[in-house]
């Protein structure tokens, strides 16, 4: 008999590539969610979820704030509630599989399993006894990383389909330099069979389909216009005061880990820096120290988590750029890493560098541009608190 090679479905890779490129709407307090989080958010209510991207995605490309719905945002709290607690065994357990590097292979694979109660039954089944299960845990991870590929290449895909058609709809005057080549997609993977238990299950019929929101006609986030969001730049102002109080510090905090911390836990890391302001000002004598040393624990987290990424990247862009130095380029890694959508992006980019050149220098471009807007509405700000403090000495 003829093994099949893996199906892509249309309505899954739909949605995976509408949660791949809405991770910016979820911006206003708590942990952003991971990548099968949002999926299974975006399962429960598939009509409800696309109505409030774009609802949302409409008001940020007017430049107005605007978060999601609270019914919405509850019920990802109650799937982080039941389910975060097996998913992050699983991705331990996921990550010592030689097909299913680290990256976005590693987060589809989440998908396809925490997607689903019979997936789930068997990540339960497997993290319950893990030597007895070892042999059928090898197989069919083998299987889900043939499985991952084949909707990377459909991702792929899509995304050239989308970097294309705005980069036509683009002035020329507007658009980047010439494009590098690109190399033809990787051949088809063996083909295989791909076990019910860990398919993703395709999406379930609509009686009343509403028109989805535009992911396919952009080639980064639903949040890709160059505009200064307010949320963010309050986020930046503060974490460059943060990177300001702990300067002298070995080894220097980067930028990056600032922005990358404090989307992560925004109330807690707004939290600390307010404390370190304070102590800075008002503590006795080692309190701004064991603080600061306490806080500078949780950037080091970042750090450890990330920062081979960051490392690769740099290279990776000094590769494509000629050079890649200075405090807007360092901004532009920050807003690189700062979701974990953006990090999945970027792992593709690592993994298959000559697939991904032309959108690697496209992105880069256009958060080249947003870092500086918003260096020049920081410089504006403090112009402005400068001209009204010596308005304040002549009429004091």
């Known amino acids: ?41 975006l399962r429960s209510n598939r009509d409800f979820f696309r109505a409030e991207v774009e609802r949302v995605a409409a008001l940020r490309q007017h430049g107005r704030d605007g978060g999601l719905d609270a019914s919405l945002l509850a019920r990802l709290s109650a799937i982080r509630l039941e389910f975060y607690p097996l998913a992050k065994r699983l991705r331990e357990f996921l990550a ?8 976005i292979r590693l987060e589809l694979a989440l998908v396809f399993i925490m997607s689903s109660p019979q997936g789930r039954d ?113 986020d930046l102002r503060r974490v460059l005061s943060a990177r300001r109080l702990l300067d002298g510090m070995k ?67 000094q590769e494509l750029f000629g050079s890649w130095s200075g405090e807007t380029e360092e901004l532009v890694l920050a807003l690189m890493m700062a979701t974990a959508q953006s990090r999945h992006r970027i792992r593709q980019w690592l993994e298959r560098r000559d697939e991904w050149r032309e959108e690697a220098m496209h992105w880069s471009r256009r958060l080249l541009e947003r870092a500086r807007g918003y260096q020049e509405s920081l410089r504006q700000e403090a112009a402005g608190e400068t001209a009204a403090n010596k308005t304040n000495r002549l009429f004091c």
């Open 1 to 41: 008999m003829t093994d099949r090679a893996p199906n892509v479905e249309a309505g899954v890779l739909e949605d995976l590539l509408c949660v791949e490129r809405c991770s910016t709407l979820f911006g206003h307090g708590g942990p952003r969610p991971e990548f099968w989080e949002t999926y299974l958010l």
């Open 96 to 103: 010592k599989s030689s097909a299913l590097v680290e990256g």
């Open 122 to 234: 068997t990540a339960t089944r497997w993290m319950s006894d893990r030597s007895g299960n070892a042999e059928e845990a090898a197989i069919r991870l083998k299987v889900m990383g043939r499985l991952a590929d084949a909707y990377c290449r459909a991702i792929l895909e899509s995304r050239k389909v989308a970097w294309a058609s705005a980069v036509a709809a683009t002035p020329r005057s507007a658009s980047a330099e010439s494009a590098s080549p690109v190399a033809p997609p990787p051949p088809n993977p063996e083909p295989v069979a791909v076990p019910a238990a860990v398919a993703p299950p395709p999406p379930k019929p609509l009686p009343s389909p509403i028109t989805p929101p535009p992911v396919k006609t952009a080639p980064a986030d639903v949040d890709s216009t160059v505009k200064v969001h307010p949320l963010f730049l309050e």
């Open 251 to 317: 080894p220097a905090v980067e930028l990056w880990e600032l922005v990358t911390l404090i989307l992560a836990l925004r109330d807690e890391t707004r939290a600390s820096i307010a404390e370190l302001e304070r102590l800075r000002k008002l503590g006795k004598p080692g309190e701004f120290a064991g603080e600061a040393y306490n806080f500078r624990q949780k950037t080091t987290r970042m750090k450890e988590r990330y920062g081979a990424v960051v490392e690769e990247l740099r290279r990776y862009l």
